[in-house]
């Protein structure tokens, strides 16, 4: 395909029917084909309550290793999102530092202007140039969609990708393509993990409230939710996953599961830096990983590139796909070769 035609709640499970596509793979059989109910976990999906952390919008804020200062309101301006620490990243072209008013918004606001984004969406440092491309044609079309309907970031990126120009797109892929990607988040195995509540699309510590157990889930978050609240980009988010989920995840990743599945290491590589157009997972957000895979099974991912993956998805339990997520993310990731 050539790059011109490319770009051319508190619920607790939605019920999904999936019809998965299966790749023509002498590791697939004819079970996979089957249409499956599936419950589509509700944690991966945190809410966006508001919070008074720095409620003052008449305020200078501050972040760590940074001498810039801004306003709340310069900190939410979607059109001149706060660039925190300049010194680390190159020039950013026009519509990654201010997109075009009044539908395309910076990427940087919500990407950040370094391309790792937060947990809540995609990192875009280091991705292959054409990778971006293509997923901004999926969202134009709506082959690529939030597997819970109505969640805010899984849907923010149709009003972008119907509004970008080809120019523009292939500017910020080539921009965020040429990041270098270094890992924003730190994996923690836990029977219990801080209290939190949902807020700004992550789960935020409850100071004072003790713990609770963790479940069958990811809780993933910031150690300072003020630091979020104003979009710095150099904060580590913690993710806290049930014990055993990375060796549980090792063995997936690198054997698949028991039955005809293909391992993750196959197509992304032995240490899940990406090949070719497949991208990288090591080191990235495991809540984002999850909720890929959950997009890949339930067929919200729906691009002929997508097959290959809803197969794989068929048979993983959303406990394989907590401990794929929590063993991809705690890897180092070392600038693919290119």
Request: some cysteine.
């Amino acid at each position: 395909m050539s790059r011109s035609s490319a770009i051319n709640t508190s619920m607790t499970g939605l019920r999904v029917i999936g019809v998965l596509a299966v790749m023509c793979s002498p590791m697939q059989d004819a079970g996979a084909q089957a249409a499956l109910p599936f419950d589509v976990p509700s944690w991966a999906f945190p809410g966006s309550q508001t919070d008074s952390a720095i409620a003052d919008s008449s305020r200078f804020h501050r972040v760590p290793n940074s001498g810039a200062r801004f306003t709340l309101p310069q900190v939410v301006d979607r059109f001149a999102p706060p660039d925190w620490h300049p010194s680390g990243h190159s020039s950013m072209p026009d519509v990654v530092a201010h997109g075009r008013k009044p539908n395309l918004f910076a990427c940087a606001y919500c990407h950040l202007p370094n391309g790792m984004g937060r947990p809540e969406n995609a990192t875009l440092a280091g991705l292959p140039e054409d990778y971006i491309i293509a997923q901004l044609a999926a969202f134009r079309s709506s082959a690529r969609r939030a597997p819970l309907p109505g969640w805010i970031p899984g849907n923010s990126m149709h009003p972008v990708a119907m509004s970008a120009t080809e120019a523009e797109v292939a500017s910020a892929a080539r921009y965020f393509s040429g990041l270098r990607f270094t890992p924003g988040v730190r994996v923690i195995e836990a029977a219990r993990v801080p209290r939190t509540r949902q807020a700004g699309f992550v789960y935020a510590r409850i100071a004072g409230a003790g713990t609770e157990p963790i479940g069958s889930r990811i809780v993933e978050g910031p150690p300072d939710f003020e630091r979020h609240e104003l979009r710095d980009d150099g904060m580590t988010y913690l993710a806290y996953v049930p014990h055993g989920s990375i060796k549980r995840g090792r063995s997936i990743a690198t054997t698949g599961t028991n039955g005809p599945t293909t391992a993750c290491v196959t197509c992304h590589g032995t240490t899940l830096l990406g090949m070719g157009l497949i991208p990288p997972l090591a080191g990235r957000y495991p809540t984002y990983i999850v909720r890929q895979l959950l997009a890949f099974k339930t067929g919200a991912r729906s691009t002929a590139a997508s097959q290959p993956m809803q197969a794989v998805v068929a048979r993983l339990s959303v406990e394989d796909m907590i401990a794929v997520a929590a063993y991809a993310a705690s890897q180092p990731a070392a600038p693919r070769s290119r």
